[in-house]
């Protein structure tokens, strides 16, 4: 089983819909949940870290179930911006060193 | 607008010759990494340097070489690299605190390599 695994897609949405991504992880003892965006040939950004209450930032929430070890990734009124690879990422510890392991990401199309 | 910053954005160069990347952040982050990452596929984690010590080496082939000159500055020098290695080279820095808190990478805009 893969450490952390996403529907790669593509999800082709139209400009306003609401669209959800869930991500789900192997290691029960990882501690901090990340979702990053990434636009072609760029860097990957950090979209949102994820809490275990879950938060909010304007149109994106991002939920965490440890006891079924998912992560969800929320976006409402989708923008032709928002067009990216979503990246779900998860935090190991490791020999005392953190270390940040990738999901294969899941690819948002939102069109007009 | 990124704070973390690598030089050169793209590099070519043969299987003889030797190159250097170059990453600077400017965050106080005491932890630094460099990722490679081939085209559509995550990033993959390469080395970890934790205050100025290199903490995680991932098996990477000794033509990869990192060095970490201060806790602002992250090297790679590379040797006898093969074409297989074109990738982006993602350099990221976090602040390394204990108990998994504030553990947020942040990365710079990459160095896009390709090994003729």
């Known amino acids: 089983r893969k450490e952390v695994e996403q529907d790669p897609g593509p999800f082709n949405v139209p400009e306003g819909a609401t669209v959800a991504f869930n991500c789900t992880y192997s290691n029960s003892a990882s501690q901090s949940f990340f979702w990053y965006r990434q636009d072609c040939r760029k860097e990957p950004k950090l979209l949102m870290s994820?809490?275990?209450s879950g938060n909010e930032d304007g149109r994106f929430t991002a939920q965490l179930n440890r006891a079924s070890q998912y992560i969800s990734l929320l976006i409402r009124d989708s923008k032709l911006s928002d067009s990216a690879t979503y990246l779900c990422?998860?935090?190991?510890?490791?020999?005392?060193?953190?270390?940040?392991?990738f999901g294969t990401g899941t690819r948002l199309l939102v069109s007009p | 607008d990124t704070e973390v910053t690598q030089t050169p954005k793209h590099l070519v160069m043969g299987m003889t010759n030797k190159k250097s990347l170059k990453c600077e952040q400017h965050?106080?982050?005491?932890?630094m990494y460099w990722y490679k990452q081939k085209a559509k596929k995550p990033p993959e984690l390469m080395f970890v340097y934790s205050y100025e010590k290199l903490s995680i080496n991932e098996s990477v082939p000794s033509r990869f070489s990192p060095e970490c000159p201060n806790s602002s500055l992250l090297n790679l020098h590379l040797h006898a690299l093969q074409p297989e290695d074109s990738a982006l080279y993602l350099c990221a820095s976090s602040q390394d605190r204990e108990g998994g808190a504030y553990n947020e990478q942040f990365f710079g805009p990459g160095t896009r390599l390709t090994v003729l």
């Open positions: 990422v998860v935090n190991i510890m490791n020999t005392g060193f953190q270390k940040l392991v």
């Open positions: 994820v809490y275990s």
């Open positions: 965050m106080g982050h005491r932890a």
